[in-house]
């Protein structure tokens, strides 16, 4: 102590002849090397209460050793720069504030004291200083007076665990520094802080009692958890002076439980879908149980880590997830960028270990099949649409595609049957109609289709019984035509027994259609019955007039659609035409009516009339 005393003295004379820190006018001094200011030196200390600064040049990672500076000629000066000051001032040793080896007491620290201090040690020929800071804390920013709310400030907690249901015992940090002190045995006082509670000593339950200087925990409780703050108070110089520290105390789970890590992700089925020539994430979720040990958690890809392996396409990260009672989920992440197919050869392990155990699972990769949703989209798109495309051509071209259709696989019904005519067309006769049969319908039927048209009026035979004529052209015919206007068929006309010769011979399948052309849009009441009762059965084909004069129009398709088939293309339409006439005359050497007919085919009109 002596020693002490003397070499304090010593110091402080030295430390008033240089009151400058930086580099003095004389050139003999060193130059002095600074550390600037170090973060782990800052000190916080109560106000009132007692507390040190320990210069940084000799703590972890210490620069120097305080015994071997002390045998190398080093003496270790005190400055402080206040707050709102510019210039060092050497610290003036007191009973308040001493200095000890390598510490600055301050026995107690008043709120005045805040600010930067420095320390410098210093022989003949080196030179170092270090500056930290302090900081006096008001007691209601730590200990809220009686209310005991938990401090806003703590003064640096030191961290314990204590597993649940086990035990535990809090030492008061520091207390050995009070201890030194010869003057009396210092007083420990342990407070509790919760959200809600300020537990005291000595109200402590059962579970927590306060054994000498120490604080044992018998059982602990999640509840347990929390800020122990304890103030140390010792006798110095007849003066009472106190410090306190805190303990940060957190259950954590017991002991007993299995504290080998697993791996959470990937599961045993789990899947890893991966895209070529993409970025592929791969994460690994271990759980590491509550334990003082080192842990690791890692990928492999084929045994090799991300480190050894040495491609910049695989890179990995880590990261905390979360803590519950101590313990802690841990998260890996494996990048590889610009998947190759190749790489989906290669085995990603994914290893967990602490000091208990050791873990490792493979991850299964699959790559994404590719067929990406633009593509599906646009196919199924395409597809509608083609749906979309036909389903108008069919409804606006049906009768075209039927034709069409009929061209290339219907069968001439000339091969099948011994029938004379295509056609026989009955109408209501001195109507507006009869003009529409004899020139347009019968023109076109005969001329630019090709079809053998029979007309009774025309191909009859004078002087022979009418029914039975009627009848047997009728039957000799493959449609009966029938172009419906409202005095059709009227009670006991030629068209009335042409119709009826028709159904009969449609009802007896004599190979015999009827096809219902309207010439006028007529009221469905001025139908003959026979027509009413049959019109549903049969098809109807509209003129529409003007738009109907084109062989090329609806009413001309849709008529074929329903007379016998026959080609009309361009280039088979004289062949045709020639074909019908030919047939004509066949028929007519073997019916000696020749005359008559060609005749009629020149000039159908005169005759017509004549025949009416
Ligand atoms: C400092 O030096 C002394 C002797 O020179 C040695 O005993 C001590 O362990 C050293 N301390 C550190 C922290 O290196
Ligand atoms: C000063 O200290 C350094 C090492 O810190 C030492 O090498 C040197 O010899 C000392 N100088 C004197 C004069 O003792
Ligand atoms: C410690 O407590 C005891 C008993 O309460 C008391 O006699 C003693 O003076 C206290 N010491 C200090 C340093 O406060
Ligand atoms: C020191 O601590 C004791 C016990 O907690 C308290 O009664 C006393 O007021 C404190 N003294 C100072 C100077 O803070
Ligand atoms: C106490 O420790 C727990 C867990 O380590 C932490 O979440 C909490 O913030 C700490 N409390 C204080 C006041 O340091
Ligand atoms: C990648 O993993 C290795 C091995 O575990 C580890 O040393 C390295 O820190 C990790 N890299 C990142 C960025 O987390
Ligand atoms: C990868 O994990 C599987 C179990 O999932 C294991 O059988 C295999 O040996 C591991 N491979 C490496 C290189 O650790």
Not at 433 to 447: A, I, K, M, P, S
């Amino acid at each position: 102590m002596a020693s002490f005393i003397s070499t304090f003295f010593l110091l402080v004379v030295v430390a008033t002849a240089t009151p400058a820190v930086s580099q003095s006018s004389d050139p003999s001094e060193p130059m002095c090397y600074d550390w600037g200011e170090s973060s782990e030196g800052a000190v916080s200390i109560l106000d009132g209460e007692a507390g040190w600064l320990s210069c940084p040049l000799f703590s972890h990672p210490s620069v120097y050793n305080y015994s071997s500076t002390q045998s190398a000629g080093h003496n270790l000066f005190w400055y402080r720069l206040p707050d709102g000051h510019d210039l060092e001032q050497p610290i003036t040793s007191s009973s308040r504030i001493s200095k000890d080896r390598d510490r600055l007491w301050l026995q107690p620290a008043t709120a005045a004291d805040t600010g930067q201090y420095i320390c410098m040690l210093r022989n003949k020929s080196s030179c170092s200083k270090i500056a930290m800071r302090l900081k006096v804390l008001r007691p209601d920013e730590v200990l809220q007076g009686a209310n005991c709310k938990p401090p806003v400030a703590a003064v640096a907690a030191s961290q314990m665990n204590i597993p649940i249901q086990e035990g535990g015992i809090l030492d008061c940090p520091d207390l050995q520094e009070a201890a030194k002190m010869p003057e009396s045995k210092p007083n420990v006082t342990w407070y509790h802080f919760t959200e809600k509670h300020c537990n005291k000593a000595p109200f402590w339950g059962s579970d927590r009692q306060q054994k000498g200087d120490k604080l044992h925990v018998h059982i602990m409780y999640v509840s347990y958890q929390g800020l122990y703050f304890c103030t140390v108070s010792y006798q110095r110089r007849g003066q009472t002076l106190n410090f306190t520290r805190s303990i940060n105390v957190t259950a954590v789970q017991p002991s007993s439980l299995p504290k080998q890590p697993s791996i959470l992700n990937p599961t045993r089925d789990q899947i890893y879908t991966v895209k070529q020539n993409m970025e592929a994430r791969l994460v690994c979720r271990g759980m590491f149980p509550h334990l003082v040990s080192p842990w690791d958690i890692w990928w492999t890809v084929d045994g090799k880590t991300v480190d050894q392996l040495g491609d910049s396409r695989f890179s990995n990260t880590s990261r905390h997830v979360s803590y519950d009672y101590g313990d802690r989920i841990e998260v890996s992440e494996l990048v590889i960028k610009d998947f190759q197919s190749e790489d989906l050869n290669r085995e990603y392990n994914c290893s967990v270990r602490n000091a208990r155990g050791f873990d490792t699972r493979a991850a299964k990769l699959q790559e994404e099949v590719s067929l990406p949703s633009v593509e599906l989209g646009c196919g199924l798109g395409v597809t509608l649409v083609l749906m979309l495309l036909l389903f108008v051509v069919y409804h606006v071209f049906w009768l075209e595609l039927l034709l069409l259709y009929r061209s290339w696989f219907g069968t001439d019904e000339r091969h099948t049957d011994d029938k004379e005519y295509d056609v026989y067309i009955s109408y209501a006769r001195n109507g507006e109609e009869e003009q529409f049969v004899l020139t347009t319908l019968r023109r076109v039927l005969e001329n630019e289709l090709g079809y053998s048209v029979c007309i009774f009026d025309r191909d009859s035979l004078p002087g022979g019984t009418i029914t039975d004529e009627t009848l047997s052209f009728v039957a000799r015919s493959r449609r009966l035509l029938v172009v419906v206007s409202p005095g059709y068929a009227s009670q006991g006309s030629q068209a009335l027994l042409e119709l009826k010769a028709g159904i009969d011979g449609m009802a007896l399948g004599g190979h015999l259609r009827v096809i219902l052309v309207q010439y006028k849009p007529i009221r469905w009441q001025g139908w003959v019955r026979e027509l009413r009762r049959t019109r549903v059965a049969l098809a109807l084909v509209r003129w529409k007039g003007e738009k109907s004069r084109e062989l090329t129009s609806r009413f001309w398709k849709r008529l074929r659609v329903e007379l016998p088939v026959r080609t009309v293309s361009s280039g088979e339409e004289d062949n045709s035409k020639e074909v019908a006439l030919m047939r004509l005359h066949s028929q007519n050497s073997t019916n000696s009516q020749t005359g008559l007919i060609t005749n009629m085919v020149k000039e159908p009109h005169k005759v017509f009339s004549s025949a009416a």
